[in-house]
């Protein structure tokens, strides 16, 4: 008897999993499908404009593309004009859906074609559906020597990114940058509620600062190589120690570059998840080859998203 209710147990969680699990849905499927790697998605705040970086299938390329919605339905992709000649990523729309800051290892002028290191750079534009401007460095206290990365900013103008400071000896942590008087302090680090010796990257952080979802790359309690976390600001204004957001969202792959829609409460993200079928039940003709080889979660980078309503 004891073996009988542990099956129905086990049954009922499985099938309460998959149901589940089935809430994490692909996002411009039919756009992403065009690109090998698609991943880093910014939403304008009106939603009806959507950026992501599409990457070559070893991610050697990558530029900034962009697709309007329109009468319900997401068309026009488009290379940004001031992408598509160097290594260009995670896009952040500011609140007035003017300004679209990004990293990239672009020269810092015209008069050089090398590319240095890593850096947040930003376009703006004099209304909506106007012509973006050149790209524009953030300089200095944003960017250094080192390596910058996914850049959010709030409300309060705050900028958060990702650094990889080779001074700390450590790996990739999150740091903002706050603003004060017209300007923007020397970034400081996280504290080790959110970061640690381990990788720590990609943050998206709400525009009031009240959360912060971000990915850990291989920590213990992990499902896969990298999963989202989520921490909340508390009454004391430090951040909560953050927590695993659990399997409904992050897979036994990498899992990351999280963006929210705050008025639904709907969860943007990045994965490598992989449901390849291996076995069949009869042989493959080309076009169900084809159809195989060409899903959607195949293991490569693509956008999806989910309700996190309850994490509310």
């Not at 000649?85 to 952040?92: Q, S, T, V, W």
């Not at 705050?158 to 970034?187: A, M, Q, W």
Request: glycine fraction near 4%; aromatic fraction near 14%; charged fraction near 25%.
């Amino acid at each position: 008897m004891k073996s009988l209710v542990f099956i129905i147990l086990f049954f009922n969680t499985l099938v309460y999993s998959q149901s589940e699990n089935k809430s994490t849905t692909p996002f411009l499927e039919d756009i992403v499908s065009q690109f090998p790697n698609a991943r880093d998605l910014a939403l304008s705040p009106n939603l009806n404009e959507a950026v992501f970086s599409a990457q070559s299938i070893m991610g050697e390329v990558s530029a900034l593309v962009s697709v309007t919605l329109k009468d319900g339905k997401w068309a026009s992709e488009k290379v940004l004009p001031f992408s598509g000649r160097y290594f260009d990523i995670e896009p952040f729309f500011s609140k007035d859906g003017l300004t679209l800051y990004f990293a990239s290892n672009r020269p810092l002028d015209h008069t050089s074609q090398t590319t240095k290191d890593f850096d947040i750079w930003y376009a703006t534009r004099p209304k909506k559906n106007a012509d973006w401007s050149e790209a524009k460095n953030m300089g200095a206290p944003i960017n250094s020597q080192m390596d910058e990365f996914y850049p959010v900013i709030t409300n309060s103008k705050n900028f958060y990114f990702t650094l990889d400071n080779k001074n700390l000896k450590r790996k990739d942590d999150i740091y903002v940058s706050t603003f004060e008087n017209g300007v923007y302090n020397t970034p400081k680090v996280l504290s080790d509620a959110i970061n640690s010796d381990g990788y720590e990257f990609n943050a998206y952080i709400a525009p009031d600062e009240s959360f912060l979802i971000y990915t850990c790359y291989n920590r213990k309690e992990g499902l896969g190589s990298g999963d989202l976390y989520i921490s909340y600001k508390q009454d004391n204004e430090e951040w909560s120690i953050a927590k695993n957001m659990g399997e409904n969202i992050n897979s036994n792959k990498m899992d990351y570059c999280p963006f929210v829609d705050i008025k639904t409460k709907t969860l943007y993200f990045t994965s490598k998840r992989n449901a390849t079928k291996t076995t069949f039940d009869t042989t493959l003709d080309i076009e169900g080859l084809k159809k195989v080889l060409n899903s959607y979660d195949n293991g490569l980078s693509r956008l999806y998203k989910t309700s996190i309503i309850k994490f509310f």
